[in-house]
C-alpha cells in the first residue's frame, strides 16, 4: 500500500520547518541565558538564579510536547495538509509567546501561550476525523 499525499503536504514540511526553526531559536536563549547567569553545563538548573530557570523551563516544555506534535501534525497532516500546517504553526507561535512570558521571571506570564493548546488539540482532532473517515465509519 502506497501513501499518497497532496501538493499541499508541502505546507505541512513548512511547519516542521518553522517547528525546528522555534526549537533552536529556545535553545540559543538557553545558551544566550547560561552565559549571563553564569550557569556551567552539566548544571541543568540553577539554585542561585531562578530567571535561568525560566529560559531552560521553557525549552524543556516544549521538547516534553515536541514528540506528540509531530506525530500529530505527520499524522493529521497526511490528509488535511492545510488545517494542520496552520495548527503547527499556531503552536510554534504559542511556544514562542509561552516561552518570552516564562522569560519574565513570573512563570504566570507564560499562560499568554496557552493558545498553543489550540493548535495542538485541533491537530489531534484532526487526526481522529482522518481515522474515522479512513476506516468508513462516517
Given at each position: 500500500?502506497?501513501?499518497?499525499?497532496?501538493?499541499?503536504?508541502?505546507y505541512v514540511v513548512?511547519?516542521?520547518v518553522a517547528t525546528f526553526v522555534t526549537y533552536m531559536y529556545l535553545g540559543v536563549?538557553?545558551?544566550?541565558a547560561?552565559?549571563?547567569?553564569?550557569?556551567?553545563?552539566?548544571?541543568?538548573?540553577?539554585?542561585k538564579d531562578q530567571i535561568f530557570n525560566c529560559y531552560q523551563?521553557?525549552?524543556?516544555?516544549?521538547?516534553?510536547?515536541?514528540?506528540?506534535?509531530?506525530?500529530?501534525?505527520?499524522v493529521a497532516g497526511v490528509q488535511f495538509p492545510v488545517p494542520s500546517?496552520?495548527?503547527g504553526l499556531v503552536w510554534n507561535a504559542g511556544r514562542i509567546v509561552y516561552a518570552h512570558g516564562y522569560?519574565?521571571?513570573?512563570?504566570?506570564?507564560?499562560?499568554?501561550?496557552g493558545?498553543?493548546?489550540m493548535g495542538h488539540v485541533a491537530l489531534i482532532c484532526i487526526a481522529i476525523y482522518g481515522a474515522v473517515r479512513q476506516l468508513n465509519w462516517v
Open positions: 500500500m502506497a501513501i499518497q499525499v497532496a501538493p499541499e503536504f508541502g513548512f511547519s516542521l536563549n538557553v545558551g544566550k547560561r552565559k549571563k547567569y553564569g550557569v556551567k553545563y552539566p548544571t541543568m538548573y540553577s539554585d523551563r521553557a525549552h524543556q516544555n516544549m521538547l516534553e510536547q515536541l514528540p506528540l506534535f509531530l506525530v500529530f501534525l505527520l500546517a496552520i495548527c522569560y519574565t521571571g513570573d512563570p504566570a506570564k507564560r499562560i499568554w501561550g493558545f498553543s493548546n
